[in-house]
């Protein structure tokens, strides 16, 4: 079974920075696009960055210029670095999984279990 395991969430202050990491297997990691996304209380989960096998990535607005998505194929994790963090960035982040790209509306064909990030203003 596929597995993604997230790490790295914690409590920050306003403008402090977190690096959250999440874990694949190797069958996932080489041939998926991998994204993470992030559901604050009351709020529909929204997609925040991406990155394709090829190094291709997406943003969304709120985090473009904060926020970069990385992945090492060695060790088969993908990163996003978080600086520059606003209150509104409290959410659970997710790590995700899935061979399209660019992102659909429907995509995700694996998720981890999530990983809290809590800003303090």
């Known amino acids: 079974q596929v597995q993604l395991v997230e790490s790295g969430g914690g409590l920050v202050q306003a403008g402090g920075s977190l690096r959250l990491s999440c874990a694949a297997s190797?069958?996932?990691?080489?041939?998926?696009?991998m994204g993470w996304f992030r559901q604050a209380p009351g709020k529909e989960r929204e997609s925040v960055a991406a990155?394709?096998?090829?190094?291709?990535?997406f943003y969304a607005d709120s985090v473009k210029g904060r926020f970069t998505i990385s992945r090492d194929y060695v060790k088969n994790t993908v990163a996003l670095q978080m600086n520059n963090l606003k209150a509104e960035d409290t959410a659970v982040y997710y790590c995700?999984?899935?061979?399209?790209?660019?992102?659909?509306?429907?995509?995700?064909?694996?998720w981890g279990q999530g990983t809290q990030v809590t800003v303090s203003s």
């Open positions: 190797r069958r996932t990691f080489r041939n998926y696009v």
């Open positions: 995700a999984a899935d061979p399209t790209w660019p992102m659909t509306t429907t995509w995700g064909d694996y």
């Open positions: 990155i394709s096998w090829s190094g291709s990535t």
